[in-house]
């Protein structure tokens, strides 16, 4: 069975950081492309970021760009999300996701709430 | 690269069809037959529902079914029921190497 479970999230001040992690299971990690997404309190769905199989090509969104940065372990199983200078509409959940376009497997969603 | 366009509501009884629209550009809908949609119930995550423009994974009623023309890609239900109640996004890869999502659609099943 696949499962993705995030960690990590929480309550940061604004201009802070914070690392999510995503730890995957029940395929093969290191043949996929995996994706963040995000969706503010209310909100609709935003992409944040994806990354190869092999951590070599990595995209952000511009909302996040020179902030953020995806990257993965493929023996560990897990991929990150290194979140700097947070602002307050940064707020979401985050989601861990599998594939670059079918997005056919999403974790349960990690809370990050940026406000003083 | 802006959101995709979906209508904010739709609304059906049980027993009918709706469609769901999604208009992007010729850089996204327009260039790629990567088109998604999902599901996602409140307080849920989002559940793949088509991929792809057309294709279903195993395990999704053959009562979704996805269609593209153009820019605009369409989401239709046919024989509505209760627990179709919930929000519908639409996705797409666009030209630059990213993705964009449509603002979602909030179905009532009256």
């Known amino acids: 069975e696949v499962q993705l479970v995030e960690s990590g999230g929480g309550l940061v001040q604004p201009g802070g950081s914070l690392r999510l992690s995503c730890a995957a299971s029940g395929f093969t990690f290191s043949s996929y492309v995996m994706t963040w997404v995000r969706q503010a309190p209310g909100k609709g769905l935003e992409w944040v970021s994806f990354?190869?199989?092999?951590?070599?090509?990595?995209y952000h969104a511009d909302s996040v760009k020179g902030r953020f940065t995806i990257s993965r372990d493929n023996p560990k199983n897990t991929l990150y999300l290194e979140m700097n200078s947070l602002r307050g509409e940064d707020t979401a959940v985050y989601y861990c996701v599998r594939g670059k376009v079918q997005l056919d497997y999403w974790g349960q969603g990690a809370l990050v709430t940026v406000s003083s | 690269q802006s959101a995709l366009t979906q209508p904010a509501s739709v609304s059906g009884s049980p027993g009918q069809s709706i469609t769901i629209s999604c208009t992007g550009s010729?850089?996204?809908?327009?260039?790629?037959?990567?088109v998604s949609w999902f599901q996602q119930h409140p307080g849920k995550a989002p559940k793949l529902l088509i991929s792809d423009v057309r294709n279903r994974p195993s395990g999704v009623s053959n009562r979704f079914s996805g269609s593209k023309s153009g820019n605009t890609a369409s989401l239709t239900i046919s024989g509505l029921q209760s627990e179709d109640e919930a929000d519908y996004y639409c996705?797409?890869?666009?030209?630059?190497?990213?993705?964009?999502f449509g603002g979602g659609t909030k179905l009532t099943v009256l």
């Open positions: 010729i850089s996204d809908i327009g260039a790629y037959n990567f």
């Open positions: 990354i190869s199989p092999d951590g070599d090509k990595r």
């Open positions: 996705c797409s890869y666009t030209s630059i190497n990213a993705l964009v």
